[in-house]
């Protein structure tokens, strides 16, 4: 079966300190991971990782995929207030096209 | 540009009833999928149509059901609604194709039954 576990479940950080988001996962047909932050409703797309070892970045944020050890992890460095949302990490199956999420990372940024 | 489209915003309905949700996905996306998102929990897929297809369906009952149109909208329908299925409804619209793709998620219905 497959599963997405996601730590840790909940953070509480200061703004301007850096935070790491873990995704573990046993997916099969496995074909690209990708990240997504949730506020109040939609989830908004930040990355799709498809290769290991190839770091995606946009401005604070960054994340890498292993598809050895079946991770991947989401930085976000000089935290800000806006930065407080859930952080969803889904595999894509290539089969059905189905995302398969993670229960997701609450962030909190404290001023 | 307009993103993904959903109506309606929110939606109040009792135990027994049916209902139908609406969707429209990015100009140019011929994939839609549907996911249901319970309070403290991450999406749940329900469906992925392409090209008017049924391309995947998750673990769920056949209550719920759907159908995607000429024009690539699409419609979830949830027959004899129970308490459980009281969520926040997404759609995705997508371009499937030879390589991976991203996923790009409307704003979302809320079902609340009583």
Request: proline letters at 5%.
């Amino acid at each position: 079966e497959d599963k997405v576990v996601q730590s840790p479940l909940s953070l509480v950080v200061h703004e301007g300190d850096t935070v790491t988001l873990n995704c573990s996962y046993e997916v099969t047909n496995f074909r690209s991971l990708l990240w997504y932050k949730q506020e109040k409703k939609a989830p908004t797309f930040l990355f799709m990782l498809t290769s290991s070892g190839i770091e995606k970045k946009s401005g604070r944020l960054s994340s890498i995929l292993d598809k050895k050890e079946l991770f991947s992890i989401l930085n976000i460095t000089a935290t800000q207030t806006g930065d407080s949302a859930i952080y969803l990490c889904a595999p894509l199956s290539s089969n059905t096209g189905k995302l398969i999420f993670g229960q997701g990372t609450t962030l909190q940024v404290k001023p | 540009d307009a993103g993904v489209t959903q109506s309606p915003t929110h939606l109040i309905k009792t135990r027994g009833q049916h209902v139908t949700l609406r969707c429209s996905p990015i100009s140019g996306h011929k994939s839609v999928s549907w996911y249901q998102q319970v309070l403290g929990q991450g999406p749940q897929f329900i469906f992925q149509y392409y090209e008017k297809e049924e391309r995947g369906r998750g673990n769920f009952p056949d209550r719920f059901s759907a159908r995607q149109f000429p024009n690539y909208s699409s419609e979830l329908n949830v027959n004899a609604l129970l308490l459980g299925d009281s969520a926040l409804y997404l759609c995705a619209s997508s371009t499937p194709g030879q390589g991976p793709n991203e996923q790009f998620f409307g704003p979302g219905t809320r079902l609340t039954v009583l």
